[in-house]
């Protein structure tokens, strides 16, 4: 069965640290993608970046990056210098190939202080 | 990126109607649709798979009795909650697949049954 875990439930820092959070997944696909959506308080899903299970370069966009690690099943996600518009919950999701039925991890809601 | 809208964005309704929840793709044809329902401070949950011209599939815990689901063209799926009560209060928000490379999110729909 496929799984998602976001152990972390919240995390605040303080504007212009960095924070990365943590998305471990289950699956017996040897085929899959991940994704990281964020969700602001509006409630509408942001897309961030989805990576296949054939691509572990690590990738960065602008003060976000990633690190997927097929090892530990492990698809963190790093903000730096974090901003108070960085506030919001980042959902970590798994999906098999062949269609988008998707999991998706519990979380993190990310308190950014000014 | 393609666009995905939904309708209404938010409703209220007295217990025992029923709510139909529009959602469209503006700019593709979408093969699948999904809906997921939201609680408060919760992840997504799956509810079920929306195929165009054949019935949808609901996932474990599901009533299609309750959440029916029509996908009559390519690109306009709706939900209809029926005989709502407050516990089926919630944010129901719906995807659309293109080809089945990229699945885009509406923004969603709060349902508040009183």
């Known amino acids: 069965a496929q799984k998602v875990t976001q152990a972390q439930t919240e995390i605040s820092v303080v504007e212009k640290e960095d924070v990365t959070l943590d998305c471990v997944y289950e699956?017996?696909?040897?085929?899959?993608?991940l994704f990281w959506y964020k969700q602001p308080p509006s409630g509408e899903l942001v897309f961030l970046i989805r990576r296949n299970s054939f691509d572990e370069q690590n990738e960065i966009s602008g003060r976000y990056s990633w690190n997927f690690q097929k090892s530990t099943s492990s698809f963190n996600f790093t903000i730096t210098a974090s901003q108070v518009v960085d506030s919001a919950v980042y959902f970590c999701?798994?999906?098999?190939?062949?269609?988008?039925?998707?999991?998706f991890g519990a979380g993190t809601r990310l308190f950014v202080k000014a | 990126g393609a666009v995905v809208s939904q309708h209404p964005s938010w409703v209220i309704c007295k217990s025992g109607t029923s709510v139909k929840i529009e959602c469209r793709s503006l700019d593709f044809q979408a093969t699948t649709m999904f809906w997921y329902r939201q609680f408060p401070k919760q992840s997504l949950m799956l509810m079920a798979t929306s195929n165009e011209g054949s019935k949808a599939t609901y996932e474990q815990g599901v009533e299609k009795d309750k959440f029916l689901i029509n996908h009559a063209s390519l690109t306009l799926s709706t939900l209809t909650v029926t005989s709502a009560h407050p516990e089926d209060s919630s944010f129901y928000i719906c995807?659309?697949?293109?080809?089945?490379?990229?699945?885009?999110f509406g923004p969603g729909t709060r349902l508040l049954v009183l």
């Open positions: 999701a798994l999906s098999e190939a062949g269609g988008f039925k998707t999991i």
């Open positions: 699956t017996r696909d040897t085929t899959y993608y």
């Open positions: 995807s659309a697949e293109e080809g089945q490379e990229t699945q885009y």
